[in-house]
């Protein structure tokens, strides 16, 4: 059984950063892609960026290119993302989960909580 551990979220006006971590339980994490997904109010939840098993390749939804980077250490089973230059329409609940990378969509149906994630303009 695989949990999921957010955290790092919060109030940040415009232009600020935050970095969000993972913490997965997972005796397999080394071998999956790796990502992580936002909802904001409203909305379905949606992909923001993945990382593959061995941090050689990244992805990015098109509106964090350029502001978001997502890492990975495979020691700690840890999944962090670095975003920088945030934006009001990034406020929103961000969650991780391994990547089904033939549709980037989450590959568990477990979620964990979530941490939220609020700019202010």
């Known amino acids: 059984q695989v949990t999921l551990e957010e955290s790092g979220g919060g109030l940040v006006q415009a232009g600020g950063s935050l970095r969000l971590s993972c913490k997965v339980s997972?005796?397999?994490?080394?071998?999956?892609?790796m990502g992580w997904f936002r909802q904001a109010p409203g909305k379905e939840r949606e992909f923001v960026a993945s990382i593959n098993h061995n941090s050689a390749s990244t992805y990015y939804e098109d509106s964090v290119k350029g502001r978001f980077t997502i890492s990975r250490d495979n020691h700690e089973k840890v999944v962090y993302l670095q975003m920088n230059s945030l934006e009001p329409e990034d406020t929103a609940i961000y969650y991780c989960?391994?990547?089904?990378?033939?549709?980037?969509?989450?590959?568990?149906?477990?979620w964990g909580q979530g941490t939220q994630v609020t700019v202010s303009a």
């Open positions: 997972l005796s397999t994490f080394n071998y999956y892609p």
């Open positions: 989960n391994a990547v089904d990378m033939t549709r980037r969509g989450a590959a568990f149906t477990v």
